[in-house]
Structure formats: structure tokens, C-alpha cells
């Protein structure tokens, strides 16, 4: 049988987006970035698998109804009535950037543990993808390692999103140590600028890219914005610039 398809570990979140720049009324979204990749992946009409731990109450019941709607199986998800799922306030400056205010985690020992892991699914799928989300909790990182072992095993590719969030982090020297001895696993990684510069310790690209390029991954991408993005392969740059939008 053919591989394919996308497997996203990861945290579901429920995002609670203010309206306007006042920050008192909020709306209620699914988020979180495997989320995102998971959607994402089933949108063009394949195979999406995410695996997290699920609860039972109304947010749990809400973020499951959300991906099913996606079409993304759950298939390989753990649920469990004492979960409570992750919820994160984020703030609107009155330019209208975002300011990820506060993080809800009532449940933190709650995560899928690598008990809760299955070889099969990964022996079917072409691609493992995840985020520095599961990496500064000690439980949830050996279930990261062990879902690692296993996309190594049979051959997926392995794509690492930092997604950094510091306020998670006890400080930015375990984030930093920690983050960059996953990305150098990975087959394919995608740093934001702001990321890449902190994980590098530099201000600029090339001094940064000079460092990274020496961990062979073979395919990078860098985002920057309004100044578009960068892409690596095989010591290869390449630049696109960022489309012109209309911002809202």
C-alpha cells in the first residue's frame, strides 16, 4: 500500500480572540498550530491525522466537532473525562497586531503519553509534523521522542514548525537548547524570522543561515514578513518576495 497522508502531534487549543483593540470581548475559535497544519492538509484533500488527548466537556466536545467538520481523523486521539483543553487569550494592539496574552491549562499532566502511541499509523502515513508545543513539558516530550522514533522507522519525513511560544518555557536557554536539538532531526523545517534569529543567536540572515546550514537539514524555510521568504535546499537559497495585501 502507498504512504500518504499527514500525521500533526500536538495540543488543540481554544482561541479566545478579541474583537477590537479594547480586549473585553472575545470570540471563540479552534487554534493551535498542528491544528492549522492539520486542517490545512486535509483542505487539499488528503489524509489528516491529528493525535493529542481530548476531553470530554464542552470545549473538548467543541474542538472534536471542529475537526471532524475539517475532515481531520481523531481516529488515534486518547479522550478522557478529566481533560481540559488548552485555551489562549490573544490581545489586538490598536495597530492590530496580536499579542498572545495568556495561556489556560488547568490539566498540564494531562497529555497523550507514548503508551498512547500506535507504530501503524505512522507505517501508513508519508509525513510526521510537529512543534516546540510538546516539548517543554517532560511527559509530552518523551511522547514527542518515542512519535519520532517511529516516523524514523518508517521512512516519513519529519517536519518541525518552532512555533515558539517563551511564556510557556521555564527560560529561553532550555527553550533554545531544547528547540534546536529537535529541529536538527528534522527533514523539513519552517522558522519564522523572529524565531530563527533567537534560535541562532544572531540579528542577521546570513550570519544565522552561515550556522544552521552546517546541520544539513535538507529542506528550510525562513518566513520574514512583509520582506517575503527564504528557502534552502542543499545549500541553495532561494528568495520570494512577500505578495502586496491589503491588511484587515
Not at 504512504?3 to 482561541?15: M, R
Request: hydrophobic letters at 35%; proline letters at 2%; charged letters at 25%.
Amino acid at each position: 500500500m502507498e504512504k500518504q497522508g499527514v500525521i500533526s502531534l500536538g495540543e488543540a487549543f481554544v482561541d479566545y480572540i478579541s474583537t477590537d483593540s479594547t480586549n473585553t470581548n472575545f470570540r471563540q475559535l479552534l487554534g493551535g498550530a498542528t491544528v492549522n497544519l492539520a486542517v490545512g492538509t486535509s483542505r487539499l484533500g488528503l489524509p489528516a491525522y491529528y493525535l493529542c488527548k481530548l476531553g470530554t466537556d464542552s470545549n473538548g466536545q467543541y474542538v472534536e466537532q471542529e475537526l471532524e467538520r475539517e475532515g481531520v481523523s481523531l481516529e488515534f486521539s486518547v479522550r478522557t473525562d478529566t481533560k481540559r483543553m488548552c485555551g489562549v487569550y490573544v490581545h489586538l494592539t490598536e495597530s492590530g497586531e496580536r499579542n498572545f496574552h495568556s495561556y489556560i491549562n488547568q490539566t498540564p499532566d494531562e497529555v497523550l503519553t507514548e503508551e498512547d502511541l500506535g507504530r501503524g499509523l505512522f507505517e501508513k502515513t508519508r509525513i510526521f509534523y510537529f512543534g516546540s508545543g510538546t516539548l517543554f513539558q517532560r511527559d509530552s516530550k518523551k511522547t514527542t521522542e518515542a512519535a519520532l522514533k517511529y516516523a524514523k522507522e518508517t521512512s516519513n519525513l519529519i517536519a518541525f514548525d518552532a512555533n515558539l511560544r517563551l511564556k510557556r518555557w521555564e527560560s529561553e536557554y532550555h527553550c533554545r537548547e531544547t528547540v534546536v536539538s529537535f529541529l536538527k532531526q528534522a527533514t523539513i523545517v519552517k522558522l519564522a524570522e523572529d524565531e530563527f534569529n533567537f534560535l541562532m543567536e544572531t540579528t542577521s540572515l546570513e550570519a544565522g543561515l552561515e550556522k544552521i546550514l552546517k546541520w544539513n537539514i535538507p529542506y528550510l524555510f525562513i518566513t520574514m514578513g512583509g520582506k517575503g521568504a527564504c528557502g534552502v535546499m542543499n545549500g541553495n537559497k532561494v528568495f520570494s518576495s512577500a505578495p502586496k495585501v491589503d491588511t484587515i
